[in-house]
């Protein structure tokens, strides 16, 4: 199955229904909450996102 995220919203569900929530999982939910207060870009989100998609196993490339 394939899940693509094109916002910051869906970035957040989509990693609260992940099992590892290493660093890089908690790197990207803290990188979400930035977001919706402006603290961050949404590339900057994307990129989190993607590293903890690699960390959870499920980044397809």
Do not use: H, I
């Not at 990207?28 to 196993?57: S, Y």
């Amino acid at each position: 199955m394939t899940y693509g995220c094109n916002n910051v919203e869906s970035a957040a569900e989509e990693l609260m229904k992940w099992t590892k929530m290493g660093p890089k999982w908690r790197k990207a939910v803290q990188l979400c909450a930035d977001a919706f207060q402006d603290r961050v870009t949404p590339e900057e989100v994307r990129q989190g996102f993607e590293a903890a998609a690699k960390e959870e196993g499920v980044l397809r490339e």
